[in-house]
Protein backbone atom coordinates (compact mmCIF):
# COMPACT_ATOMS: atom_id res chain seq x y z
CA UNK A 1 0.00 0.00 0.00
CA UNK A 2 1.35 3.50 -0.62
CA UNK A 3 -0.35 6.26 1.56
CA UNK A 4 0.33 9.82 -0.34
CA UNK A 5 0.84 12.54 3.04
CA UNK A 6 -1.79 14.36 1.75
CA UNK A 7 -4.71 14.12 -0.91
CA UNK A 8 -6.73 17.27 -0.74
CA UNK A 9 -8.78 16.13 -4.62
CA UNK A 10 -10.46 13.34 -2.24
CA UNK A 11 -12.48 16.09 -0.11
CA UNK A 12 -13.20 17.98 -2.79
CA UNK A 13 -13.84 14.88 -4.57
CA UNK A 14 -16.89 14.44 -2.41
CA UNK A 15 -18.48 17.79 -2.88
CA UNK A 16 -17.49 17.86 -6.89
CA UNK A 17 -21.38 18.62 -8.06
CA UNK A 18 -22.03 21.38 -5.43
CA UNK A 19 -18.38 23.12 -6.57
CA UNK A 20 -18.82 22.45 -9.74
CA UNK A 21 -22.87 24.09 -9.64
CA UNK A 22 -20.63 27.07 -7.67
CA UNK A 23 -17.89 27.76 -10.57
CA UNK A 24 -20.85 27.73 -13.36
CA UNK A 25 -22.96 29.99 -11.88
CA UNK A 26 -20.03 32.68 -11.19
CA UNK A 27 -18.61 31.83 -15.08
CA UNK A 28 -22.17 32.80 -16.20
CA UNK A 29 -22.07 35.59 -13.90
CA UNK A 30 -19.40 37.77 -15.91
CA UNK A 31 -18.32 39.20 -12.48
CA UNK A 32 -15.12 37.90 -11.39
CA UNK A 33 -13.16 39.95 -8.86
CA UNK A 34 -15.18 41.61 -6.07
CA UNK A 35 -18.55 40.46 -6.50
CA UNK A 36 -21.83 38.70 -4.83
CA UNK A 37 -19.74 35.69 -4.10
CA UNK A 38 -16.87 37.53 -2.13
CA UNK A 39 -19.18 39.64 -0.33
CA UNK A 40 -21.34 37.09 0.66
CA UNK A 41 -18.38 35.08 1.95
CA UNK A 42 -16.94 37.87 3.61
CA UNK A 43 -20.27 37.65 5.65
CA UNK A 44 -20.36 34.11 6.16
CA UNK A 45 -16.84 33.53 7.14
CA UNK A 46 -16.96 36.62 9.82
CA UNK A 47 -19.98 35.25 11.47
CA UNK A 48 -18.54 32.01 11.52
CA UNK A 49 -16.03 33.27 13.39
CA UNK A 50 -18.17 35.41 15.07
CA UNK A 51 -16.70 38.56 14.55
CA UNK A 52 -18.15 41.93 12.76
CA UNK A 53 -15.77 42.29 9.70
CA UNK A 54 -14.16 39.76 7.43
CA UNK A 55 -11.59 41.02 4.21
CA UNK A 56 -10.99 37.91 1.69
CA UNK A 57 -7.37 39.10 0.27
CA UNK A 58 -5.38 36.82 -2.39
CA UNK A 59 -3.85 34.35 0.00
CA UNK A 60 -2.30 33.99 3.92
CA UNK A 61 0.54 36.10 3.58
CA UNK A 62 -0.78 38.97 2.20
CA UNK A 63 -3.32 38.39 5.06
CA UNK A 64 -0.52 38.59 7.77
CA UNK A 65 1.46 41.22 6.00
CA UNK A 66 -1.64 44.08 5.51
CA UNK A 67 -2.86 42.94 9.00
CA UNK A 68 0.77 44.07 10.50
CA UNK A 69 0.32 47.56 8.20
CA UNK A 70 -3.57 47.81 9.61
CA UNK A 71 -1.95 47.87 13.14
CA UNK A 72 0.84 50.46 12.02
CA UNK A 73 3.30 48.50 12.28
CA UNK A 74 6.44 49.26 9.82
CA UNK A 75 10.07 49.82 9.65
CA UNK A 76 12.26 49.44 12.48
CA UNK A 77 9.15 47.82 15.20
CA UNK A 78 9.16 44.63 16.89
CA UNK A 79 6.90 41.90 16.40
CA UNK A 80 7.09 39.22 18.90
CA UNK A 81 6.55 35.53 17.58
CA UNK A 82 7.71 32.24 17.14
CA UNK A 83 10.50 30.96 15.08
CA UNK A 84 8.61 27.38 14.65
CA UNK A 85 6.01 27.93 12.33
CA UNK A 86 6.97 27.82 9.05
CA UNK A 87 8.21 31.29 8.42
CA UNK A 88 5.20 32.89 7.12
CA UNK A 89 5.18 35.67 10.28
CA UNK A 90 8.67 36.14 9.46
CA UNK A 91 8.19 36.95 6.01
CA UNK A 92 5.60 39.55 6.95
CA UNK A 93 7.55 41.24 9.46
CA UNK A 94 9.88 41.13 6.62
CA UNK A 95 7.21 42.64 4.12
CA UNK A 96 6.69 45.65 6.42
CA UNK A 97 10.13 46.68 7.73
CA UNK A 98 9.46 45.00 11.20
CA UNK A 99 11.87 43.18 13.34
CA UNK A 100 10.72 39.62 14.35
CA UNK A 101 11.42 38.83 17.73
CA UNK A 102 11.61 35.01 18.70
CA UNK A 103 10.24 33.62 21.62
CA UNK A 104 10.17 29.79 22.86
CA UNK A 105 7.55 27.87 22.84
CA UNK A 106 5.99 25.70 25.54
CA UNK A 107 7.27 22.07 25.11
CA UNK A 108 4.34 19.79 25.28
CA UNK A 109 2.41 21.11 22.21
CA UNK A 110 4.93 23.81 20.50
CA UNK A 111 2.62 26.78 20.70
CA UNK A 112 3.77 30.03 21.75
CA UNK A 113 5.17 30.05 25.55
CA UNK A 114 2.72 33.16 26.53
CA UNK A 115 4.63 33.83 30.05
CA UNK A 116 8.14 34.40 28.50
CA UNK A 117 6.38 37.14 26.06
CA UNK A 118 6.39 40.06 28.47
CA UNK A 119 10.18 39.47 29.23
CA UNK A 120 11.19 40.36 24.71
CA UNK A 121 9.19 43.05 24.84
CA UNK A 122 11.28 46.15 24.48
CA UNK A 123 10.06 50.08 23.70
CA UNK A 124 9.44 49.22 19.86
CA UNK A 125 7.30 46.23 20.13
CA UNK A 126 4.12 46.74 18.82
CA UNK A 127 2.76 43.33 18.48
CA UNK A 128 2.46 39.57 19.16
CA UNK A 129 1.46 37.03 16.71
CA UNK A 130 0.05 34.04 18.44
CA UNK A 131 0.12 31.16 15.97
CA UNK A 132 -2.69 28.81 16.55
CA UNK A 133 -0.45 25.38 15.42
CA UNK A 134 -0.82 22.28 13.89
CA UNK A 135 -4.93 22.93 14.46
CA UNK A 136 -3.90 23.81 18.25
CA UNK A 137 -4.75 27.04 19.67
CA UNK A 138 -2.71 29.54 21.63
CA UNK A 139 -4.60 30.46 24.86
CA UNK A 140 -5.09 34.19 23.43
CA UNK A 141 -6.84 35.35 26.35
CA UNK A 142 -4.10 34.34 28.63
CA UNK A 143 -1.61 36.54 26.62
CA UNK A 144 -3.50 39.04 26.59
CA UNK A 145 -3.80 38.72 30.59
CA UNK A 146 0.00 38.32 30.88
CA UNK A 147 0.84 41.59 28.84
CA UNK A 148 -1.83 43.85 30.57
CA UNK A 149 -0.68 42.69 33.83
CA UNK A 150 2.85 43.44 32.41
CA UNK A 151 2.15 46.93 32.16
CA UNK A 152 2.06 46.32 28.15
CA UNK A 153 -1.96 47.17 27.22
CA UNK A 154 -0.98 49.38 24.12
CA UNK A 155 1.34 46.04 22.67
CA UNK A 156 -1.65 44.55 20.10
CA UNK A 157 -1.87 40.70 19.12
CA UNK A 158 -2.63 39.29 16.31
CA UNK A 159 -3.86 36.12 15.62
CA UNK A 160 -2.38 33.66 12.96
CA UNK A 161 -4.66 30.89 12.55
CA UNK A 162 -4.20 29.76 8.47
CA UNK A 163 -4.11 25.77 10.55
CA UNK A 164 -6.57 26.45 13.19
CA UNK A 165 -9.86 26.96 11.15
CA UNK A 166 -12.82 26.17 13.59
CA UNK A 167 -10.27 25.27 16.32
CA UNK A 168 -11.81 26.81 20.13
CA UNK A 169 -9.90 28.24 23.15
CA UNK A 170 -12.37 27.77 26.53
CA UNK A 171 -15.26 27.51 24.10
CA UNK A 172 -13.96 30.48 22.14
CA UNK A 173 -13.50 30.79 18.64
CA UNK A 174 -10.36 31.50 17.37
CA UNK A 175 -10.28 34.63 14.61
CA UNK A 176 -12.30 36.18 17.66
CA UNK A 177 -9.79 36.17 20.29
CA UNK A 178 -7.74 39.31 19.38
CA UNK A 179 -7.21 42.50 17.66
CA UNK A 180 -7.01 41.03 14.53
CA UNK A 181 -6.77 37.54 12.69
CA UNK A 182 -5.53 35.80 9.96
CA UNK A 183 -6.33 32.83 7.64
CA UNK A 184 -5.02 31.12 4.96
CA UNK A 185 -7.37 28.98 2.31
CA UNK A 186 -4.61 27.12 0.65
CA UNK A 187 -6.05 23.78 -0.89
CA UNK A 188 -4.40 21.22 2.01
CA UNK A 189 -6.10 24.09 4.58
CA UNK A 190 -9.10 22.89 7.24
CA UNK A 191 -11.01 25.10 5.18
CA UNK A 192 -9.53 25.23 1.72
CA UNK A 193 -9.75 26.73 -1.80
CA UNK A 194 -8.78 24.90 -5.45
CA UNK A 195 -5.75 27.63 -5.08
CA UNK A 196 -4.61 30.49 -2.57
CA UNK A 197 -6.90 32.73 -0.77
CA UNK A 198 -6.89 34.15 2.13
CA UNK A 199 -8.93 36.41 4.98
CA UNK A 200 -8.80 39.28 7.73
CA UNK A 201 -11.06 39.19 10.84
CA UNK A 202 -11.32 41.69 13.02
CA UNK A 203 -14.20 43.26 15.73
CA UNK A 204 -12.72 46.78 15.27
CA UNK A 205 -14.37 48.43 12.32
CA UNK A 206 -11.59 51.06 11.85
CA UNK A 207 -9.16 48.43 11.28
CA UNK A 208 -11.55 46.66 9.07
CA UNK A 209 -11.91 49.67 6.99
CA UNK A 210 -7.54 49.88 6.51
CA UNK A 211 -7.79 46.59 5.63
CA UNK A 212 -10.06 46.37 3.03
CA UNK A 213 -8.15 49.20 1.82
CA UNK A 214 -4.90 48.48 1.52
CA UNK A 215 -5.97 45.01 -0.44
CA UNK A 216 -6.57 47.15 -3.29
CA UNK A 217 -3.98 49.83 -4.23
CA UNK A 218 -5.01 51.88 -0.70
CA UNK A 219 -8.73 53.25 -2.37
CA UNK A 220 -10.61 54.89 -0.34
CA UNK A 221 -12.77 55.53 -3.75
CA UNK A 222 -12.05 54.09 -7.25
CA UNK A 223 -9.62 55.43 -8.22
CA UNK A 224 -8.63 57.78 -5.18
CA UNK A 225 -5.61 56.04 -3.22
CA UNK A 226 -5.71 57.75 0.26
CA UNK A 227 -3.76 55.06 2.56
CA UNK A 228 -0.38 54.47 2.19
CA UNK A 229 1.55 50.82 1.39
CA UNK A 230 -2.02 50.18 -0.80
CA UNK A 231 -1.12 46.61 -2.57
CA UNK A 232 -3.38 44.23 -4.96
CA UNK A 233 -4.90 40.95 -2.90
CA UNK A 234 -8.27 40.18 -3.87
CA UNK A 235 -9.66 36.92 -3.18
CA UNK A 236 -11.46 36.15 -6.47
CA UNK A 237 -15.01 35.62 -7.41
CA UNK A 238 -14.28 31.84 -7.94
CA UNK A 239 -12.44 30.87 -5.24
CA UNK A 240 -15.15 32.83 -2.59
CA UNK A 241 -17.96 30.57 -4.56
CA UNK A 242 -15.80 27.35 -3.70
CA UNK A 243 -15.27 28.54 0.09
CA UNK A 244 -18.74 29.13 0.72
CA UNK A 245 -19.73 25.53 -0.43
CA UNK A 246 -16.93 24.43 1.83
CA UNK A 247 -17.79 26.53 4.71
CA UNK A 248 -20.77 24.67 4.83
CA UNK A 249 -19.21 21.69 5.75
CA UNK A 250 -16.02 22.90 8.18
CA UNK A 251 -17.04 21.69 11.15
CA UNK A 252 -18.08 17.89 9.47
CA UNK A 253 -14.35 18.04 8.21
CA UNK A 254 -13.08 18.85 11.92
CA UNK A 255 -14.42 16.21 13.04
CA UNK A 256 -13.61 13.77 10.83
CA UNK A 257 -10.01 14.83 11.65
CA UNK A 258 -10.63 14.61 15.52
CA UNK A 259 -11.74 11.48 14.42
CA UNK A 260 -8.36 10.57 12.73
CA UNK A 261 -6.51 12.35 14.93
CA UNK A 262 -7.36 9.82 18.01
CA UNK A 263 -6.66 7.23 15.42
CA UNK A 264 -3.55 8.24 14.74
CA UNK A 265 -2.89 9.23 18.47
CA UNK A 266 -3.52 5.21 19.93
CA UNK A 267 -1.15 4.18 16.71
CA UNK A 268 1.84 6.05 18.41
CA UNK A 269 0.69 5.69 22.16
CA UNK A 270 3.77 3.72 23.69
CA UNK A 271 5.90 4.12 20.53
CA UNK A 272 6.52 7.61 19.49
CA UNK A 273 5.39 10.91 21.52
CA UNK A 274 2.37 12.76 20.34
CA UNK A 275 2.45 16.40 20.22
CA UNK A 276 -0.60 17.16 18.74
CA UNK A 277 -2.49 15.24 21.36
CA UNK A 278 -6.74 15.13 21.35
CA UNK A 279 -8.59 18.13 22.91
CA UNK A 280 -11.62 19.84 23.16
CA UNK A 281 -11.22 22.31 20.53
CA UNK A 282 -8.05 20.97 18.52
CA UNK A 283 -8.89 20.74 14.70
CA UNK A 284 -6.12 18.25 14.11
CA UNK A 285 -4.66 20.36 10.60
CA UNK A 286 -1.35 18.04 11.63
CA UNK A 287 -0.62 15.36 13.41
CA UNK A 288 2.64 16.00 14.92
CA UNK A 289 4.62 13.01 16.76
CA UNK A 290 8.40 13.16 17.77
CA UNK A 291 10.96 11.02 18.56
CA UNK A 292 14.92 11.26 18.97
CA UNK A 293 15.09 8.61 16.34
CA UNK A 294 12.97 10.64 14.14
CA UNK A 295 14.76 10.03 10.73
CA UNK A 296 15.34 6.63 10.88
CA UNK A 297 11.38 6.00 11.84
CA UNK A 298 10.61 8.03 8.70
CA UNK A 299 12.81 6.69 6.54
CA UNK A 300 11.05 3.05 7.64
CA UNK A 301 7.86 4.27 6.92
CA UNK A 302 8.69 5.63 3.44
CA UNK A 303 9.71 2.41 2.68
CA UNK A 304 6.83 0.87 3.90
CA UNK A 305 4.69 3.27 1.64
CA UNK A 306 3.94 5.76 4.28
CA UNK A 307 4.69 9.55 3.39
CA UNK A 308 5.38 11.90 5.75
CA UNK A 309 6.85 15.50 6.03
CA UNK A 310 8.44 17.45 8.93
CA UNK A 311 6.97 20.70 10.47
CA UNK A 312 9.56 22.33 10.33
CA UNK A 313 12.72 21.52 10.14
CA UNK A 314 14.09 24.56 10.76
CA UNK A 315 13.86 27.59 12.78
CA UNK A 316 12.84 30.97 10.64
CA UNK A 317 16.24 32.58 12.62
CA UNK A 318 18.64 29.95 11.13
CA UNK A 319 17.13 29.94 7.28
CA UNK A 320 19.80 31.36 5.11
CA UNK A 321 17.67 34.20 3.70
CA UNK A 322 17.46 35.90 7.07
CA UNK A 323 21.01 35.97 7.37
CA UNK A 324 20.99 39.49 6.13
CA UNK A 325 18.20 40.91 7.94
CA UNK A 326 17.66 42.07 11.43
CA UNK A 327 16.10 39.79 13.83
CA UNK A 328 16.31 39.18 18.12
CA UNK A 329 15.77 36.04 19.89
CA UNK A 330 15.89 34.47 23.34
CA UNK A 331 16.84 31.19 23.96
CA UNK A 332 14.53 29.08 22.56
CA UNK A 333 15.67 25.45 23.70
CA UNK A 334 12.39 23.94 23.31
CA UNK A 335 11.80 25.05 19.64
CA UNK A 336 15.77 24.26 18.90
CA UNK A 337 15.03 20.37 20.03
CA UNK A 338 12.08 19.69 18.42
CA UNK A 339 13.31 20.47 15.09
CA UNK A 340 15.55 17.66 15.75
CA UNK A 341 12.67 15.47 16.60
CA UNK A 342 9.59 16.41 15.11
CA UNK A 343 7.59 14.20 12.21
CA UNK A 344 3.78 14.32 10.57
CA UNK A 345 1.39 11.16 9.88
CA UNK A 346 -0.69 11.94 6.98
CA UNK A 347 -4.16 12.99 8.58
CA UNK A 348 -6.56 14.34 5.96
CA UNK A 349 -10.30 14.46 5.68
CA UNK A 350 -10.30 11.75 2.73
CA UNK A 351 -7.67 9.14 4.35
CA UNK A 352 -9.35 5.73 4.40
CA UNK A 353 -9.83 3.27 7.96
CA UNK A 354 -8.25 1.20 5.77
CA UNK A 355 -5.23 3.32 5.46
CA UNK A 356 -5.07 4.24 9.12
CA UNK A 357 -5.02 0.53 9.60
CA UNK A 358 -2.19 0.36 7.65
CA UNK A 359 -0.22 3.09 9.49
CA UNK A 360 -0.72 1.14 12.59
CA UNK A 361 0.13 -2.29 11.61
CA UNK A 362 3.42 -0.76 10.53
CA UNK A 363 3.78 1.33 13.98
CA UNK A 364 3.60 -2.00 15.66
CA UNK A 365 5.65 -4.25 13.07
CA UNK A 366 8.34 -1.68 12.46
CA UNK A 367 8.05 1.30 14.10
CA UNK A 368 8.05 -0.22 17.42
CA UNK A 369 10.75 -2.22 16.73
CA UNK A 370 13.12 0.22 16.06
CA UNK A 371 12.56 2.26 19.12
CA UNK A 372 12.86 -0.70 21.21
CA UNK A 373 16.27 -1.42 19.76
CA UNK A 374 17.39 2.27 20.81
Not at 38 to 57: G, I, L, M, S
Amino acid sequence: MKILFNQPKRENDAFAQEINLAIEQVIESGIYILGSNVTAFEQEFAQYCQTRHCCAVGNGTDALEIALRALGVGPGDEVITVANAGGYSTTACNLVGAVPVYVDVEPDHLLLDYRSVPAAVSPRTRCVIATHLYGQAVNVRELRATLDAAGYQNIKILEDCAQAHGAMVGGEIVGSLADIATFSFYPTKNLSALGDGGAITTSHDELAERCRCLRQYGWTSKYRSDVPDGRNSRLDELQAAILRVKLRHLNAFNEKRRAICNHLNQTCQGIVDVVTTPAEGNVSHLFVARHPLRDQICQELIENGVATDIHYPVLDLNQNSLSARSFRAVDLPHSQQATQEIFSLPCYTGITDEELDYIRQIFESKIAVIVKGH
